[in-house]
């Protein structure tokens, strides 16, 4: 039997569709009145906690902290003074905070909890960038559930994540956390994990709320120094930065983060152009802008503000609705009330985004709704998420080279060595991002290969890493000094048929503060690879690595190259699976791989100069110590089949391009490629690049088999934005071309008429 208040509220819905309104338009008008009637009861200072947001501390199923700065902050929650908070995790600790909160203050208002799951959470899936390079949307969706149904079965309602910044810079060591240089492809994925992590339904108890970060331009840090000075044209900004946070705004993403870096010497936190203006006026974004950690008091270090009274009215006049960490709302806000340089209206706005997205996540209904010890049970690391984990690591992986097809590997006839410190490693392949996940779980290489069943001979030949922390908020020791395991892994080297070597980076020596001047292997690995092949120069190289690396020596001598890049928990398995051809790779580098770091920034999608070359003298843009071509361009990968491209044929129909290709797969084994559209303007009234991406397909083909690979590309893709952002459709001739990589040479012509 229904209740007589719930027979109203039917009737009311029915009487409201029938007249035109939508059901989400009902429910959306009943949350604004809600927020109406909220807003009316509060207190200015409570308003101000909502847009506070705290770092968790204590243990709170423990005793309540009784001085110092935890008190102050368990203070602040009992009165209501705090909306969010990030790093309090785990069923337990979330029901005793939130109980505190909703038994204790004033209102109850309940608290969102925020987390980095950007790869993962107990699972760690691949990094975000060898994520990319699988160029597999669905995939990648499928791999943000499994971060996002973990997290919420741990409490967590609120995510960290996509970071959406591109970056031209291997040298950032945020380049791990992206989706590499490409703002079409970047855009694509930003969708990709928006949906993965939100889910259809914000108030499925499976789902948390989504950050599209670090708005904007954070991967254009000068000299790929995290933190550093950002000075981009405002053509780059409108082209290259922000697609990713338009398309992840499009697609519903519930926040947005301010980044650490200024823009045109306005911080980004205190950005009136890029916040109000672009992202709350032109893309009607209503969601919550969330600054970054500390990103408001560092105003003051960049020279920007006085004091954090200044900084908060800076901030929240932006459009920075939550502090998170620099305690200038919460100190400073009323005050700058009262004083008049942020007005009421402007709090009302941003706390009503914040009760929002409360009242989306059906927070206001149920403030325990994340707090199932069953669902935590089950959910927090479900034997399926270790097979979507296996998967997603496979599809990452990039094949860089193979001569003579050395790989897949044939254990059975073969005696194996394997050599280097990372095959035993089962810490570092779970990457940066991995704060949930326990220490030291990954399947390591060897345990991949003890599960396969093939036998070899180790050797660690040099350590990696030496005495000292691994931790993600320390700086790694790296071994430049002790060659004792070079001599034992030459022995066994020498005695091989075949020689599998993992080197590369440790899963730290990327990710946030971690940028390199020098992108060579690391420590004395190099060394260790020239020992090996002085005396076995049959090597399948296994590449672990959170970017790009200038592994040119390698590449000139190791016959066979395999980029695992940082593959999560199943790192081990993953790599076997491809090593032995169970899986055939199918990545394509979502970001340049340069000769040497003396290159950077290096990227597909540059300018034509006015001096191209190669000319007679040395009047053109070149260097005369280096090439300037890259080691392995953007979209570059190998399989063990092969795929030829013919038959370009493109014809315009009404606002799209037709374009379609024939593949063929010509090699003897089935596989996937990633068939890739480029297009190039040819005169235009801003110039474009010589080659930009506007589309892919992943395509399956047997051996010997043939399709045709079509795509239509909307002529607004043929567009471009000038400096205020305006989108620029000029008729011209237009080059498309299509095949396996940025270095596509099928070509044709097309004019473009309006
Ligand atoms: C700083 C990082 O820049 C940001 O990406 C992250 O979400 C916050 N810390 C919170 O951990």
Redesign the pocket.
């Known amino acids: 039997m229904l209740s007589r208040q719930r027979k109203f509220l039917f009737f009311f819905l029915c009487f409201m569709v029938v007249q035109g309104l939508s059901a989400q338009q009902i429910l959306s008008d009943s949350i604004e009145r809600a927020i109406d009637r909220l807003l009316l009861k509060m207190t200015l200072e409570e308003k101000v906690g909502q847009m506070n947001q705290y770092n968790g501390f204590w243990d709170v199923t423990g005793p309540a902290p009784q001085a110092g700065a935890d008190k102050f902050k368990y203070d602040h929650f009992k009165q209501g003074l705090v909306g969010s908070v ?2 309090v995790r785990g069923v337990n600790q979330v029901r005793k905070l939130q109980e505190l909160v909703v038994n204790e203050s004033r209102l109850g208002i309940p608290l969102l909890f925020g987390f ?1 799951a950007v790869h993962g959470y107990n699972t760690v899936l691949p990094i975000p960038l060898a994520e990319a390079a699988s160029w597999d949307l669905p995939a990648i969706e499928r791999s943000a559930r499994v971060a996002a149904t973990e997290a919420a079965s741990s409490g967590i309602n609120w995510t ?1 994540a996509p ?1 959406v910044d591109i970056s031209r810079d291997a040298r950032w060591g945020r380049v791990m956390e992206g989706a590499g240089e490409d703002p079409y492809l970047g855009s694509q994925i930003a969708v990709a994990r928006v949906k993965g992590f939100q889910g259809n339904d914000l108030s499925s108890p499976f789902s948390v709320l989504a ?1 599209a ?2 708005f904007a331009g954070y991967g254009f840090a000068e000299g790929g120094r995290d933190y550093n000075t950002v000075d981009v044209s405002a053509l780059t900004l409108h082209n290259v930065i922000l697609p990713p946070f338009n398309a992840a705004v499009k697609a519903g993403v519930a926040s947005v ?1 301010n980044s ?1 870096n200024i823009l045109n010497g306005i911080p980004a936190t205190a950005n009136h152009y890029l916040v109000q203006d672009i992202l709350k006026k032109n893309w009607k974004f209503n969601g919550v802008v969330v600054s ?2 500390g990103s408001g008091v560092e105003m003051i270090d960049h020279g920007f503000a006085e004091n954090l009274s200044q900084v908060a009215s800076l901030a929240a006049n932006a459009g920075s609705d939550v502090d ?1 960490e620099s305690y200038a709302y919460v100190n400073h806000l009323k005050e700058e009330v009262r004083k008049g340089t942020v007005s009421l209206a402007t709090i009302d706005q941003s706390v009503r985004r914040v009760l929002r997205l409360k009242h989306l996540l059906g927070l206001f209904k149920d403030p325990y709704k994340y707090c199932d010890t069953t669902r935590e049970k089950v959910y927090a690391m479900h034997p399926e998420h270790t097979q979507v984990a296996r998967d997603m690591a496979r599809r990452s992986m990039v094949l860089l080279r193979n001569e003579n097809n050395v790989l897949p590997l044939q254990p059975q006839k073969k005696k194996i060595a394997v050599i280097g410190s990372l095959a035993a490693d089962k810490n570092s392949p779970l990457g940066n991002w991995r704060l949930a996940a326990k220490d030291s779980s990954a399947v390591s290489l060897l345990e991949g290969f003890d599960a396969a069943g093939i036998s070899y001979r180790y050797a660690p030949g040099v350590k990696l890493v030496t005495e000292g922390p691994v931790h993600f908020v320390q700086e790694l020791a790296i071994n430049n000094h002790d060659t004792s395991g070079i001599g034992y892994a030459v022995d066994i080297a020498k005695d091989a048929d075949i020689v599998v070597m993992m080197l590369g980076e440790h899963g730290l020596q990327s990710g ?1 503060g971690r940028s390199r001047a020098q992108l060579d292997l690391p420590g004395l690995q190099q060394q260790l690879l020239e020992a090996v092949y002085a005396v076995n120069p049959n090597i399948v190289l296994v590449l672990t690595t959170g970017r790009p690396l200038a592994i040119t020596w390698a590449a000139e001598h190791i016959p066979a190259i395999l980029l695992a890049w940082q593959p999560g928990s199943q790192s081990g398995h993953a790599i076997t699976d491809v090593l032995l051809g169970q899986y055939n790779p199918s990545g394509k580098l979502p970001m340049t791989f340069p000769r040497s770091d003396r290159q950077l920034p290096i990227y597909y999608n540059q300018f034509s100069t006015g001096r191209p070359g190669p000319k007679k003298e040395v009047f053109w843009s070149h260097y005369i110590d280096e090439s300037h071509a890259p080691l392995y361009e953007f979209g570059y990968g190998k399989s063990y089949t092969q795929f030829s491209y013919s038959d370009l044929q493109l014809s315009q129909r009404a606002d799209t391009v037709l374009v379609s290709v024939k593949l063929t797969n010509t090699g003897s084994l089935h596989g996937e490629e990633v068939a890739q559209l480029y297009i190039h303007d040819r005169v235009s009234s801003l110039v474009r690049p010589i080659r930009e991406l506007k589309g892919f397909k992943k395509v399956r083909l047997d051996s010997g088999a043939s399709t045709v690979v079509s795509f239509e590309l909307p002529t607004s893709l043929l567009g471009y934005y000038d400096g205020e952002g305006k989108l620029l459709l000029e008729p011209g001739w237009f080059d498309i071309y299509v095949g396996g990589g940025s270095a596509a040479t099928l070509s044709a012509g097309f004019l473009y008429s309006k």
Do not use: A, C, V
């Open positions: 990030l790093n980095d960290f970071m950050t970060k670090h983060m650490f970054d950690w998170m946030e």
